[in-house]
């Protein structure tokens, strides 16, 4: 029972570890597409190239010559493109994360700048309002003053 639960764990973490590693020609799901569209059109008009030249060259092959040269030649005009859609690719990508980095520090730094200007506005608007009330209040003392036989005139009371 003991052994069971020991090799189903490292079973489990050698499938975690090997999840992780990616071969140089991985491509992401979103990028498939893209990769396959740069794929095709470097590849169909190589592969046009050589079927052009093959059967407009000045040897008169049969079609079944024709057809062999051309698949045989296709190979390595398919690596050829395959490895430059890829190598064009991973270009895209670093400057598309590259892009994204930089724009999301815009936001981050444009973001703490409007935190602090409302931090800015509200301390503002405190201060104005304690002025407010302190305004407010002195209203308040000196309309009670005269209540009280405190003439701020200079009269004095008969």
Known sequence: ????????????????????????????????????????????????????????????????????????????LIFVAATASVIELEAVMVLKTLLERHFEKKDRQRAEQERQSKLEREKLRAELERGIEIGRQLEREERAAPRNGNNHNGDQEK
């Not at 020991?6 to 992780?20: F, G, K, R």
């Not at 093959?54 to 698949?71: P, Q």
């Open 1 to 76: 029972m003991r052994e069971h639960d020991d090799e189903a764990q490292l079973a489990q973490a050698l499938n975690v570890t090997s999840d992780s590693r990616q071969s140089i020609w991985t491509i992401r799901a979103e990028w498939i597409g893209w990769f396959y569209l740069l794929f095709t059109s470097q590849a169909a008009p190589l592969i046009f190239a050589l079927w052009w030249s093959e059967n407009f060259s000045s040897t008169h092959d049969n079609i079944a010559s024709t057809i062999t040269a051309i698949v045989s030649g296709s190979a390595s």
